[in-house]
């Protein structure tokens, strides 16, 4: 009997030995994995942009939020979405949306150089009659350069996927662009 009992204190101890370095090492394990996902947090940025553009019969407003990933002081990748309303009054009203690809490069601090890749879904209603709508899609493709302090780059960008179908009035626009 005593034989028995000896082996199953035995067994009890080596389950709970085991039953504790595995969960200390469970334990490491998670906080590996929490330390990874709060550097990767540290490393995003939001931000984006927005526009407001009133005139005599004219609006124009836009919304853009995009995220970035920041490999390091010079990279960053990111996505963004776009939202837009024009409305020419007695003309057309204009509702464009969709998403970009963002790729930033800062060669020194103050200086920020992009490629912005956009796909917009375009919808257009001529003369307020359904009759004369346009739905299509509009690709650009932006390079651009800036001025950066703190959080604002200010700058211009070039579409050079710019044609005479492009929605665009001009393949050069400037931009202020915010991240925090």
């Not at 204009?94 to 690809?101: A, K």
Request: charged content about 10%; glycine content about 10%; aromatic content about 14%.
């Amino acid at each position: 009997m005593r034989k028995n009992s000896f082996f199953s204190v035995s067994k009890l101890i080596l389950l709970v030995i085991i039953s504790l370095i595995s969960n200390n090492l469970l334990a490491q394990q998670q906080q590996n994995m929490s330390n990874s996902r709060n550097e990767f947090w540290r490393n995003v940025q939001f931000g984006g942009g927005v526009g407001l553009s009133l005139g005599t019969g004219y609006t124009n407003i836009s919304i853009a939020p995009s995220a970035i990933y920041n490999f390091n002081e010079y990279v960053a990748l990111g996505l963004g979405a776009q939202y837009t309303y024009i409305k020419q009054r007695n003309y057309y009203a204009s509702n464009l949306y969709g998403g970009s690809l963002i790729a930033l490069f800062n060669p020194i601090q103050e200086i920020q150089l992009s490629a912005e890749l956009e796909e917009l879904r375009v919808n257009v209603n001529l003369n307020g009659s359904n009759s004369n709508s346009q739905d299509y899609w509009n690709t650009g493709l932006f390079l651009g350069a800036g001025y950066r302090t703190g959080n604002v780059t200010m700058g211009a960008r070039y579409n050079v996927l710019n044609d005479t179908n492009n929605i665009y009035g001009s393949a050069f626009m400037p931009f202020v662009r915010f991240y925090f």
